[in-house]
């Protein structure tokens, strides 16, 4: 199983909007809405912010949300802020009743 | 609150074998899955394999099926992974992350543990 992919960087000023994509396959993300985002600062272990594609756990801004076409998810954050600054990796199910993560997307606040 | 508290690191040499062990808290134990996920350095995060509700139920990717063996101890709310014949691209960290009541999604996270292997 390939890892989903991802742009490895996506930046944009406070206050603006930048959206990162998750391509996938018919295998994976086009069979399932079993799709989640986790946000990950350096050095610390990764945190929920999304789920089922769209949905926010309690205690998650929202600025952060979620979309799915095809065999691509997104995540969409508004209003960007400074401690938005992070790695993000998407996951999903798979067929073969697996997870696979993507490749990573390390966000910049300029 | 649930908290998943790992074991500490490990330097390893290559061929030799490897537990980590994930300690959760809370009384709802039974009723979650628990899945690791490992992370090399500088790199992506990569599933690994899941351990069902039941104990009794494993799943592991193709990658690492014939050396991977992921077990629970429900009398100790204890989580295992057992990683066999480590080689040098095994050096990672290793993180175990519940999952509730088939919800496929990883709620709450351990803190990691660093595996190295080194000759």
């Known amino acids: 199983q390939s890892a989903l992919t991802q742009p490895p960087t996506v930046s944009g000023s406070p206050g603006q909007s930048v959206t990162i994509s998750c391509t996938g396959t018919?295998?994976?993300?086009?069979?399932?809405?079993?799709v989640s985002w986790y946000q990950q600062p350096p050095g610390t272990a990764p945190k929920l912010i999304i789920y089922?594609?769209?949905n926010r756990p309690s205690g998650v801004p929202d600025r952060f949300s979620g979309s799915k076409s095809g065999n691509t998810a997104s995540l969409t954050i508004s209003g960007l802020q400074a401690e938005d600054e992070a790695t993000y990796f998407c996951t999903s199910y798979t067929t073969t009743y697996t997870y696979v993560f993507g490749s990573g997307t390390k966000v910049t606040v300029l | 609150q649930v908290h998943l508290v790992q074991s500490g690191a490990e330097v390893k040499k290559p061929g030799a074998s490897v537990r980590v062990s994930c300690k959760a808290s809370?009384?709802?134990?039974?009723?979650?899955?628990v899945h690791w996920v490992r992370q090399g350095p500088g790199q992506g995060l990569e599933w690994m394999g899941i351990?069902?509700?039941?104990?009794?139920?494993?799943r592991y990717t193709q990658k690492f099926r014939d050396r991977l063996t992921v077990t629970r101890d429900t009398s100790t709310s204890t989580i295992y992974m057992d990683l066999r014949s480590l080689r040098s691209e095994d050096t990672a960290i290793y993180y175990c992350a519940r999952e509730e009541d088939h919800s496929f999604n990883f709620d709450h996270w351990g803190q990691g543990t660093l595996v190295t292997v080194s000759s």
């Open positions: 089922e594609v769209t």
């Open positions: 809370g009384d709802t134990f039974p009723t979650y899955n």
């Open positions: 351990v069902f509700a039941d104990g009794r139920d494993t």
């Open positions: 018919s295998s994976d993300i086009g069979s399932y809405n079993h």
